[in-house]
C-alpha cells in the first residue's frame, strides 16, 4: 500500500468527552490506533465552531474515475428547497398529562432518586466524529450516529462501500484529510500524485522551497520524501490546487476537506525560517494567513466544505473563510505527554 504517512498533530481525548456530551454518555467501542507509517494518522479533534448547513445529497458511489463531477450544488450560496428555521425559543409545550416516572426516576423536588439509564441515552444523531481510513464493523456502526465525519485521506479514503454505508445510514458530510500547507514528493521510486508531481515539475516558482531544506521530513527521519511547500501567495497555484482537490474530493464520494496545519503559526517556528523568507520576499503585501483564506474561499466558492485546524489562531483571516473550525490536543495523558491539564 502505498505510504502515506501525513503529518498531524498528536492524539487526544477530547472527542470522547464530547461524544459523551453529543450523545449522552456513550463512548466509541475502541480507541483509534496510534498512527504508523504506512497508514493515515487519524486526528480526535473537538469541533469549536460549528455552522448549519444545508443537507448534502446522499450517493451510493463515488463519481466515476477520470470523469469531471456533475456541478455540484454550493452548500455556501444555495437556498434549500425545503428550508425550516429553527425556532430561537422552544415552543410552549400543550397540556399533557406527564408520564408517571418510571421507579427510581429522578421528578422534580425530589432529591434521592436517581435518572435511570435509559433516561440518560438518546437516539439524537451526534454532530462530529472521527474515524479511521479502514474502520472496522463497530467503527462504522459509531461513525454512523453523526452527522459530519471526517475519515480517510487523499491517498488513503475511506473504500467505496463504508462510504456508501455511511450515507444510508443518514451522515450528510464527509470530510478527508489533506496537509494545507505542503506535499510529499517520494524519492525511492514510487509515483507521486497528479499535483504533487505536478508541483514537483514547477518547483522553482510553485513552491517555497525548491531546493530544500525539507524540515518535516527531516525532523521525522523520513528516508523516503521531500515536504515542499504551496507557494499559495501565487494565484496559479492556488488554483491548479483548488481544481485538483474539487475533482478528487468528489471522485472520492466525499463532500469536503478537513486542512491539518491550517493556519500560519508554523511559519513563526525557526524550523520553516528559510520557507518564511522565501514567502515574505516573494509577497511583501499579502501575509500567508491572507494567503490560505483565498485559497479556502476559492474551494467553498466551487462548493467544497472546508474545515480547519485552529484556525482560530489567524481568526481573523481564516475563520470567515470555513465552514468548521476544530482543537485536538488539548486533553492529554500522564502517558503520552507527561502532563496533566
Known amino acids: 500500500m502505498k505510504r502515506t504517512a501525513l503529518p498531524i498533530l498528536s492524539l487526544s481525548l477530547a472527542l470522547v468527552w464530547l461524544a459523551g456530551i453529543l450523545l449522552g454518555g456513550c463512548a466509541p467501542a475502541s480507541p483509534a490506533p496510534r498512527p504508523t507509517v504506512g497508514t493515515l494518522p487519524t486526528s480526535t479533534p473537538m469541533l469549536a465552531q460549528a455552522l448549519t448547513l444545508p443537507a448534502a445529497a446522499p450517493s451510493e458511489s463515488p463519481f466515476p474515475k477520470n470523469t469531471p463531477p456533475p456541478s455540484p450544488t454550493n452548500p455556501h450560496t444555495a437556498t434549500p428547497s425545503s428550508a425550516t428555521a429553527t425556532p430561537t425559543h422552544p415552543p410552549t409545550p400543550t397540556s399533557a398529562p406527564s408520564p408517571s416516572p418510571a421507579p427510581g426516576a429522578l421528578v422534580a423536588g425530589s432529591q434521592s432518586k436517581p435518572v ?112 515542499y511547500y504551496f507557494d499559495l501567495g501565487d494565484a496559479n497555484v492556488r488554483q491548479a490546487r483548488v481544481d485538483y482537490l474539487v475533482q478528487t474530493v468528489h471522485d472520492l464520494g466525499y463532500d469536503g476537506v478537513f486542512f491539518d496545519w491550517s493556519n500560519s503559526q508554523f511559519l513563526d517556528e525557526d524550523t520553516f525560517a528559510t520557507i518564511r523568507e522565501t514567502y515574505e520576499t516573494r509577497h511583501p503585501d499579502l501575509p500567508y494567513a491572507e494567503a490560505i483564506a483565498l485559497f479556502y474561499q476559492a474551494l467553498r466558492d466551487a462548493g467544497l466544505i472546508v474545515q480547519s485546524n485552529q484556525g482560530f489562531r489567524d481568526a481573523q483571516a481564516i475563520l470567515p473563510q470555513v465552514d468548521y473550525d476544530m482543537t485536538e490536543s488539548y486533553g492529554t495523558t500522564d502517558e503520552t505527554f507527561g502532563k496533566r491539564l
Not at 481510513?133 to 462501500?161: C, K, Q, Y
Not at 506535499?183 to 513552491?207: C, F, I, K, M, V
Request: aromatic residues 12%.
Open 116 to 227: 435511570p439509564a435509559k433516561a440518560v441515552l438518546s437516539l439524537s444523531r451526534g454532530e462530529y466524529v472521527t474515524g479511521s481510513a479502514n474502520p472496522n464493523e463497530a467503527e462504522i456502526a459509531w461513525m454512523s450516529r453523526f452527522r459530519i465525519v471526517h475519515a480517510g485521506g487523499l491517498l488513503d479514503p475511506l473504500p467505496t462501500d463504508v462510504i456508501a454505508r455511511l450515507r444510508q445510514a443518514g451522515v450528510q458530510i464527509l470530510l478527508v484529510y489533506d496537509w494545507l500547507p505542503a506535499t510529499y514528493h517520494y524519492t525511492d521510486g514510487e509515483s507521486d500524485d497528479p499535483l504533487t508531481q505536478w508541483l514537483y515539475d514547477n518547483r522553482d516558482w510553485a513552491t517555497l522551497n525548491p531546493n530544500g531544506p525539507f524540515p518535516h521530513c527531516t525532523e521525522e527521519g523520513y528516508d523516503w520524501c521531500e515536504d
